[in-house]
T-cell receptor, first 110, second 115 residues
Framework: GQQVMQIPQYQHVQEGEDFTTYCNSSTTLSNIQWYKQRPGGHPVFLIQLVKSGEVKKQKRLTFQFGEAKKNSSLHITATQTTDVGTYFCAGDNAGNMLTFGGGTRLMVKP | ETGVTQTPRHLVMGMTNKKSLKCEQHLGHNAMYWYKQSAKKPLELMFVYNFKEQTENNSVPSRFSPECPNSSHLFLHLHTLQPEDSALYLC??????????????FGEGSWLTVV
């Protein structure tokens, strides 16, 4: 079945440093979604990427979908303590069940 | 307010107890889900209901029994659980699991502790 892997599993950064999490799918995706879960909270939808090579930005967050539509990345510029949480990617394989990656837990030292 | 409401938020139960988790969605969605979240498996899909019909059961032990009386309500009945079942149980809903671009809306979760 479809597998979605995320790396790294954990990341500690100093406030102000950049952060990137990577997502890789075993199959070609029709689209990819990103979710954020704050500590003690629940996953919340951030964004969806559909087109090959697509890049979308939300303030300091940049999301990218690979040319082959099998990988994606989330990059945060100049992290802040409010960025703390676990970031999940989720791959959609043309109408099949959405498959979540294992998540990357981001910790930011003030 | 997420549009998906779960009760109770916290539950402590003994291994011989029977309890239920309740979920209600106010988003007009057709699909509802139960996920289990623990340190070992961050987001583990348990069950999916689409238009009240169960479409996915990811090899979940029978001590977990879902019930979906309509598209807005979902229950998870719990009996003879084990301590390793302690986890955060997340209910979620979406428009249609077979629809490309299907976004999942999660509830705040029910923290379950089995003693």
């Amino acid at each position: 079945g479809q597998q979605v892997m995320q790396i790294p599993q954990y990341q500690h950064v100093q406030e102000g440093e950049d952060f990137t999490t990577y997502c890789n799918s075993s199959t070609t995706l029709s689209n990819i979604q990103w979710y954020k879960q704050r500590p003690g909270g629940h996953p919340v939808f951030l964004i969806q990427l559909v087109k090959s090579g697509e890049v979308k930005k939300q303030k300091r967050l940049t999301f990218q979908f690979g040319e082959a539509k099998k990988n994606s990345s989330l990059h945060i510029t100049a992290t802040q303590t409010t960025d703390v949480g676990t970031y999940f990617c989720a791959g959609d394989n043309a109408g099949n069940m959405l498959t979540f990656g294992g998540g990357t837990r981001l910790m930011v030292k003030p | 307010e997420t549009g998906v409401t779960q009760t109770p938020r916290h539950l402590v139960m003994g291994m011989t107890n029977k309890k239920s988790l309740k979920c209600e969605q106010h988003l007009g969605h057709n699909a509802m889900y139960w996920y289990k979240q623990s340190a070992k498996k961050p987001l583990e899909l348990m069950f999916v209901y689409n238009f009240k019909e169960q479409t996915e059961n990811n090899s979940v032990p029978s001590r977990f029994s879902p019930e979906c009386p309509n598209s807005s309500h979902l229950f998870l009945h719990l009996h003879t659980l084990q301590p390793e079942d302690s986890a955060l149980y997340l209910c979620a809903s979406s428009r249609d699991p077979g629809f490309s671009g299907n976004t999942i809306y999660f509830g705040e979760g029910s923290w379950l502790t089995v003693v």
